[in-house]
């Protein structure tokens, strides 16, 4: 199998690592509205773990294949490009606050935990959700050259 091929094959892995971190993070917040406080850490640590695991093949994929130039033209690049953008900006900005919430978390300081989770979760949620859009559009719809 040659570079390529592996790429290829690691794309829909991390899609679904991505949908996974989605379902883990619906699931956390519906189980910390339910005071559910177990069944939500362990959803928000598949969550994490899922995540991590994306990191680790993503930069896999992109050693291996780079980066693919989107097929679309017109308004659909607009749109996939705004979607990516907002994407990659926001996943860099999510992995500190996510390692922030877990050493809260762990030191049991669950005010702060709360406070700094209302902004997080959100951003966490739309980046795990546009990756499942950018693949989407970028191996399904659209393709790549």
Same mark, same amino acid.
């Given at each position: 199998?040659?570079?390529?091929?592996?790429?290829?094959?690691?794309? %829909?892995?991390? +899609?679904?690592?991505?949908?996974?971190?989605?379902?883990?993070?619906? +699931?956390?917040? &519906?189980? #910390?509205?339910?005071?559910? #406080? !177990?069944?939500? /850490?362990?959803?928000?640590?598949? &969550?994490?773990?899922?995540?991590?695991?994306?990191? @680790?093949?993503?930069?896999?994929?992109?050693?291996?294949?780079?980066?693919? !130039?989107?097929?679309?033209?017109?308004?659909?690049?607009?749109? $996939?490009?705004? #979607?990516?953008?907002?994407?990659?900006?926001? &996943? @860099?900005? @999510?992995?500190?606050?996510?390692?922030?919430?877990?050493?809260?978390?762990?030191?049991? /300081?669950?005010?702060?935990?709360?406070?700094? &989770?209302? =902004?997080?979760? %959100? #951003? =966490?949620? $739309?980046?795990? *959700?546009?990756? *499942?859009?950018?693949? +989407?559009?970028?191996?399904?719809? $659209?393709?790549? @050259?």
């Amino acid at each position: 199998m040659d570079a390529q091929a592996l790429g290829d094959l690691l794309a %829909p892995v991390n +899609a679904t690592l991505n949908a996974t971190a989605t379902v883990c993070l619906l +699931a956390g917040f &519906a189980f #910390i509205r339910a005071r559910r #406080i !177990e069944a939500h /850490r362990k959803a928000m640590l598949a &969550a994490v773990g899922a995540s991590a695991l994306f990191l @680790v093949f993503y930069l896999t994929r992109f050693a291996l294949t780079g980066t693919h !130039e989107f097929a679309g033209t017109g308004t659909a690049r607009t749109v $996939y490009l705004s #979607i990516l953008f907002s994407h990659m900006v926001l &996943a @860099v900005v @999510v992995v500190p606050l996510v390692l922030r919430l877990l050493h809260l978390a762990r030191t049991e /300081r669950f005010t702060e935990h709360r406070r700094l &989770a209302r =902004w997080t979760y %959100p #951003i =966490w949620l $739309y980046v795990s *959700i546009t990756g *499942i859009v950018v693949y +989407a559009l970028l191996y399904h719809v $659209y393709g790549y @050259v």
